[in-house]
């Protein structure tokens, strides 16, 4: 079997686990009322069951264990273990609401046994500000402080139809790509075998209406957890990635770059909230997908605008990378790139939404153009996805 094929076949296996779970998980959530009920700060108007995070985890789990029979990895059972606890934490969560401070204290012994058990650590910068391997101490203090980050940031922007699982799946398939460039088929594996049980997922999240759930705090942290990893792998003293590194590819700005919206929008809000003297793990409206929402733009617009975003800084990163800029320079890039994108333009719109400026009618011209289910072709392929 080629190389390509087992990457593919994983892939295939998450996408028919999920397709297959998902009706199942769907009527348990009705008949025992697990749904997300609307309130002042959430956008949907019915209760819409929550459960969707277990169906993408199942499929999860299928493509990674057909991953563990071609390659047996021991990483892939420690990857499991740790996305297990955190659906199970997720999952409680959205029924219960559990406080911050115990999902944060469940996360980062989660992250501190996946760096015991898998021996992956963020320690190398490869060479950015002339950095390389950094102290065991320092990197393992890096890594509960990144990896926790990224889940946060990756469940923080599930807000709209699409938006979390669109963001996974195009994350999954860069991060797909780059491990397969650079020689490691076992996370480039498991990166396309979560890409693949997205997808039935974010169909049914985007289009259906009587088949539509929610992800929810179980599946944006098992997501969060395994973009953490993905992270890590990439950025290890001995990742396969160093050929990479060694030709002018920025790991860290890479990496960044995937990651930007969700983390820099974060970075935002919580910023924001501390600057207000709030707590900043308080709710309220002010992540990036709620502007979307005051300016006009439907669900489906706001998750292709988002992702536009993050794949634009990506491309830029690309670019710059060809250009031979060097890893600061890459870095710098990102960062400019990402701030402009959550900070500057977040504080723009919201300008021309306070002032009611000529502006503010060309941003709400671009979200009409963008109102997709209002569309003919929109209704087909709900009742189609309804019907499957």
Known sequence: ????????????????GTLWIHPKVLKIAI????????????????????MGGVAVFFGIVIGLCSSQAMFNSATTFMLISAMMIMLYIGTIDDIIDLSPNIRFF?????????????????????????????????SYILTIFASVGIINAVNLIDGVNGLSSGYCFMSSVLFAIFFYISGNQIMASLAISAAGAIIPFFLHN??????????????????????AMFVMNILEQQTECSALANEGVGLIPFSLAVMSIPVFDTLRVMSTR???????????????????????FSHIGTTISILSLNFLIVA??????????????????????SLLSTFIFYWFAKRQINNNTKKLKVLKSIAKTLQFEKKGIWRTIQRIIDKL
């Open 106 to 138: 469940v996360e980062i012994i989660v992250i501190a046994w996946l760096i015991y058990a898998t021996k992956s650590s963020i320690n190398c910068f490869w060479g950015l500000w002339g950095v390389m391997n950094i102290p065991e101490w320092a």
């Open 1 to 16: 079997m080629s190389s390509i094929q087992h990457i593919i076949l994983p892939a295939l296996l998450a996408f028919l």
């Open 274 to 296: 501390i600057l207000n003297k709030k707590s900043p793990f308080s709710p309220d409206k002010t992540h990036l997908h709620h502007l979307f929402i005051d300016l006009g």
């Open 31 to 50: 008949l025992k009322n697990l749904v997300d009920n609307p309130d002042a700060r959430k956008l949907q108007r019915n209760p819409v069951p929550v």
């Open 316 to 337: 830029i990163w690309f670019v710059s990378y060809k250009l031979g800029a060097s890893v600061d320079i890459q870095l710098y890039i990102v960062v400019g790139c």
């Open 206 to 227: 985007v289009f259906g209406n009587k088949t539509k759930m929610f992800i929810g705090d179980g599946g944006t942290l098992v997501i969060g957890t395994l973009m």
